[in-house]
């Protein structure tokens, strides 16, 4: 049976674009450019997903996710929106609402998350999305190390700093696994058999901030219906990871600040002071130090959390793992899809080794995940892979080259490719015969 898919934007082109676009991938759409047209749709008839704009010119997402959630508790709500609105994202969650994608919408953002919202209905114990404040480690660990010197002397930082209760900050770009590097420190610790409190603290808006970290009592503000145990409280005895804690603004850090030097925090209405033993381990993908210079973080915050520092190299930093990593994922996506894709074309590999991967390993396990899905035969193919993957790795290392001598670019061309010679006079943009008077010009022999 197909699945079935609504999108709501009240953007005419941009409906019935993606709606080709979904169509073109073996969905089912119907579109809808408002909300009292979405509701006569979602009256007619059952969908498996409805795409809808935060924003609509009779009706919101929240109205909209309301609505489904009457109708439907099997149906999933993604929400589209051109507006960094955390608030609105943050109540979408709790009313139910899948996930949230950022206008311009990236295609292969769109498919994943639509593969995962499917997952989803058919496992109710899928990991909570990005919205969430609170994330769930993945349990048991299963991660591949690699074995370049990187990976090692990442590993050996992290043996020696998990069994003692110093804070960590972990510093690297998105999509490195720094949360995955904080997991693996609280289980290697003396606490692992204590919380590991995971909290996205962009995710966290500024005026509910106290309540989440510390908690409230029932009454003690509008909304406080009953009371709720804060983050500290609830990895009492644990490990508190605080990711991307450089959103956190300057008046949460000074309250954070204090619960870390006093060990003690008091819920949002309460006059009692609740005892904590936590072990801080924070994570942030910019240079704190240079926001502790322009003002935006605090000098004294920084240094309490910055007993131990552990940096995690980019992918492209760590050719030899590449490949590690890639049939890791693979081995995850076939499990998770219930696939049996068996290997990477040879020309997929190289097209790996020489993309920049600048959303790390969380792109890499995307796009294999995606690849998976849309490979019939025994191995994945370029044709599989998103274009422009090729095009930008293309333009790389034309730009590496720009900078070189000609007979070094004619070297690290014929490494790339393991000597072979019609990838590499592809690569340098010439013919066979071009790169054959090259090499004898130079003298390169193979």
Same mark, same amino acid.
């Not at 969908?47 to 909209?64: A, Y």
């Given at each position: 049976?197909?699945?079935?898919?609504?999108?709501?934007?009240?953007?005419?082109?941009?409906?019935?674009?993606?709606?080709?676009?979904?169509?073109?991938?073996?969905?089912?759409?119907?579109?809808?450019?408002?909300?009292?047209?979405?509701?006569?749709?979602?009256?007619?008839?059952?969908?498996?997903?409805?795409?809808? %704009?935060?924003?609509?010119?009779?009706?919101?997402?929240? *109205? #909209? &996710?309301?609505?489904?959630? @009457?109708?439907? /508790? =099997?149906?999933?709500?993604?929400?589209?929106?051109?507006?960094?609105?955390?608030?609105?994202?943050?109540?979408?969650?709790?009313?139910?609402?899948? %996930?949230?994608?950022?206008?311009?919408?990236?295609?292969? *953002? #769109? &498919?994943?998350?639509?593969? @995962?919202?499917? /997952? =989803?209905?058919?496992?109710?114990?899928?990991?909570?999305?990005?919205?969430?404040?609170?994330?769930?480690?993945?349990?048991?660990?299963?991660?591949?190390?690699?074995?370049?010197?990187?990976?090692?002397?990442?590993?050996?930082?992290?043996?020696?700093?998990?069994?003692?209760?110093?804070?960590?900050?972990?510093?690297?770009?998105?999509?490195?696994?720094?949360?995955?590097?904080?997991?693996?420190?609280?289980?290697?610790?003396?606490?692992?058999?204590?919380?590991?409190?995971?909290?996205?603290?962009?995710?966290?808006?500024?005026?509910?901030?106290?309540?989440?970290?510390?908690?409230?009592?029932?009454?003690?503000?509008?909304?406080?219906?009953?009371?709720?145990?804060?983050?500290?409280?609830?990895?009492?005895?644990?490990?508190?990871?605080?990711?991307?804690?450089?959103?956190?603004?300057?008046?949460?850090?000074?309250?954070?600040?204090?619960?870390?030097?006093?060990?003690?925090?008091?819920?949002?209405?309460?006059?009692?002071?609740?005892?904590?033993?936590?072990?801080?381990?924070?994570?942030?993908?910019?240079?704190?130090?240079?926001?502790?210079?322009?003002?935006?973080?605090?000098?004294?915050?920084?240094?309490?959390?910055?007993?131990?520092?552990?940096?995690?190299?980019?992918?492209?930093?760590?050719?030899?793992?590449?490949?590690?990593?890639?049939?890791?994922?693979?081995?995850?996506?076939?499990?998770?899809?219930?696939?049996?894709?068996?290997?990477?074309?040879?020309?997929?590999?190289?097209?790996?080794?020489?993309?920049?991967?600048?959303?790390?390993?969380?792109?890499?396990?995307?796009?294999?995940?995606?690849?998976?899905?849309?490979?019939?035969?025994?191995?994945?193919?370029?044709?599989?892979?998103?274009?422009?993957?090729?095009?930008?790795?293309?333009?790389?290392?034309?730009?590496?080259?720009?900078?070189?001598?000609?007979?070094?670019?004619?070297?690290?061309?014929?490494?790339?490719?393991?000597?072979?010679?019609?990838?590499?006079?592809?690569?340098?943009?010439?013919?066979?015969?071009?790169?054959?008077?090259?090499?004898?010009?130079?003298?390169?022999?193979?």
């Amino acid at each position: 049976m197909s699945i079935k898919i609504l999108v709501v934007d009240d953007d005419t082109a941009f409906c019935i674009m993606l709606k080709t676009f979904l169509q073109k991938r073996g969905y089912e759409v119907v579109n809808a450019f408002n909300g009292n047209d979405a509701l006569q749709e979602l009256n007619k008839d059952f969908f498996d997903i409805v795409l809808t %704009d935060i924003r609509l010119p009779d009706s919101d997402g929240l *109205e #909209i &996710l309301k609505n489904v959630k @009457q109708l439907s /508790l =099997k149906t999933q709500v993604i929400l589209m929106t051109g507006y960094t609105d955390i608030k609105t994202a943050v109540n979408a969650m709790k009313m139910g609402a899948f %996930d949230y994608v950022g206008k311009p919408i990236n295609p292969d *953002e #769109i &498919l994943y998350t639509i593969q @995962q919202a499917l /997952l =989803k209905s058919e496992n109710k114990n899928s990991s909570p999305s990005k919205a969430s404040a609170v994330k769930s480690p993945s349990s048991p660990l299963n991660f591949v190390k690699g074995i370049s010197n990187d990976s090692a002397k990442l590993y050996d930082h992290i043996n020696l700093v998990a069994p003692t209760n110093m804070s960590v900050l972990i510093i690297g770009d998105s999509g490195t696994g720094k949360e995955y590097i904080a997991q693996s420190i609280h289980m290697q610790s003396k606490r692992t058999d204590k919380p590991f409190i995971a909290v996205d603290c962009g995710a966290i808006p500024k005026e509910l901030a106290s309540s989440e970290f510390f908690g409230h009592l029932k009454g003690s503000f509008t909304g406080a219906v009953t009371d709720k145990t804060g983050h500290f409280e609830a990895a009492n005895g644990g490990t508190l990871f605080l990711d991307e804690v450089g959103n956190l603004s300057y008046e949460v850090q000074v309250q954070l600040l204090r619960a870390l030097q006093e060990r003690k925090i008091k819920p949002v209405g309460s006059n009692n002071e609740v005892q904590v033993d936590i072990r801080v381990v924070a994570a942030t993908n910019e240079d704190l130090s240079e926001a502790v210079k322009r003002g935006d973080f605090r000098e004294d915050l920084y240094h309490r959390l910055n007993e131990f520092c552990i940096r995690v190299p980019k992918l492209k930093e760590r050719k030899e793992d590449i490949m590690m990593f890639a049939n890791h994922f693979l081995a995850q996506a076939n499990d998770e899809l219930e696939k049996d894709v068996e290997r990477f074309d040879q020309n997929v590999i190289d097209l790996f080794l020489s993309y920049a991967w600048p959303g790390n390993l969380r792109e890499m396990k995307n796009i294999i995940k995606r690849s998976v899905l849309l490979t019939r035969g025994a191995a994945i193919t370029l044709d599989v892979l998103p274009p422009e993957m090729e095009q930008a790795a293309n333009e790389d290392i034309q730009s590496d080259y720009s900078n070189i001598s000609e007979e070094e670019a004619i070297r690290k061309a014929l490494e790339r490719t393991n000597n072979n010679k019609s990838k590499a006079a592809k690569l340098l943009d010439i013919d066979r015969k071009t790169l054959y008077n090259k090499l004898k010009l130079y003298n390169i022999d193979l």
